[in-house]
């Protein structure tokens, strides 16, 4: 299942969770400002918990694989 989508008629093309009109920069907004991710779903019910869940995993090994280029 695709996480992400871009299409520039949602939201001008803003990345957003797959199936709705969330902002995938507002799960990270969320989570820098010291939310959780409880509230992060709570504000934003058309997220699953997967979906966010699998984002969140998908930018952590996106992070690890760029440290490893770098060391």
């Known amino acids: ?5 871009i299409d520039p008629e949602i939201l001008g093309g ?3 969770f797959t199936g709705t009109r969330v902002p995938v920069q507002g799960l990270f907004d ?10 992060f779903l709570q504000s934003f019910p058309d997220v699953s918990r997967d ?3 699998r984002v969140l995993e998908a930018s952590k ?3 690890l ?3 490893e280029c770098v060391s």
């Open 14 to 16: 803003v990345p957003v």
């Open 30 to 39: 969320c989570l820098e400002a010291g939310d959780s991710l409880e509230d």
């Open 65 to 67: 694989r760029e440290v």
């Open 1 to 5: 299942m695709k996480l992400i989508t």
């Open 61 to 63: 090994a996106s992070v």
């Open 51 to 53: 979906q966010a869940i």
